[in-house]
Nanobody
Framework: QVQLVESGGGLVQPGGSLCLSCAFSGRTILSYTLGWFRQAPGKEREFVSAISRNGIVANYADSVKGRFTISKDNARNMVSLQMNSLKPEDTAVYYC????????????????????WGQGTQVTVSS
């Protein structure tokens, strides 16, 4: 059974940075596409970023493009999300998600396609 544990959330001022990490265990991370989603109060969960099984192809929501960077470390069984130039509208609970993938470069952006989820980590951007 795959387990995902997020860390790195917290309170940061607008314009600041945070790096979220997700520890993957239970299976080999090499077979999985990993994604980050977020949910703000009163809103639906939304796609943030995803990275392919081989760690080469990445995709980002338009709202975070150019500010966030996703990376996958297959040797350490981890996926990270570096968040720069944070804005108050980035405030949300951030979730790490995983799904098996046959294709080495395939990415999914729909949360319904992901099988495994972490418990979430709170990110608050406020002055």
């Amino acid at each position: 059974q795959v387990q995902l544990v997020e860390s790195g959330g917290g309170l940061v001022q607008p314009g600041g940075s945070l790096c979220l990490s997700c520890a993957f265990s239970g299976r080999t991370i090499l077979s999985y596409t990993l994604g980050w989603f977020r949910q703000a109060p009163g809103k639906e969960r939304e796609f943030v970023s995803a990275i392919s099984r081989n760690g080469i192809v990445a995709n980002y929501a338009d709202s975070v493009k150019g500010r966030f960077t996703i990376s996958k470390d297959n040797a350490r069984n981890m996926v990270s999300l570096q968040m720069n130039s944070l804005k108050p509208e980035d405030t949300a609970v951030y979730y790490c998600a995983a799904r098996t993938s046959i294709g080495y470069s395939t990415i999914w952006t729909e949360d319904s396609t992901y099988n495994y989820w972490g418990q979430g980590t709170q990110v608050t951007v406020s002055s």
